[in-house]
């Protein structure tokens, strides 16, 4: 998997890509995919279009191959 990337490198295509940024509540973070809307300029959880300050990023790993396992 990639590295961790600052968010203003991250593509304001409308691509959906991880994204992390940091909890007030608790040490750690968050990670959720996002995209970035253009219409409100903010980074955007993916399934529910909450707004979130995403400070990192990384492309998303490819999904698994259902066609590649045994099936026993």
């Known amino acids: 998997m990639s ?3 600052d968010i203003s490198t991250a593509p ?3 691509s959906v890509v991880l994204g992390w940024w940091p909890s ?3 040490t750690g973070g968050y990670m959720q ?3 970035f809307d253009d ?13 979130v300050p995403v ?6 790993p490819p ?4 066609h ?3 099936v026993e």
């Open 12 to 14: 304001k295509d409308g």
């Open 24 to 26: 007030m509540a608790h």
């Open 39 to 51: 219409f409100r300029q903010a980074w955007l959880v993916y399934w529910d279009l909450s707004e």
């Open 68 to 70: 590649s396992e045994k």
């Open 3 to 5: 590295e961790w990337k």
């Open 33 to 35: 995919s996002v995209k």
């Open 55 to 60: 400070t990192y990023w990384m492309p998303l």
């Open 63 to 66: 999904p698994p191959n259902p």
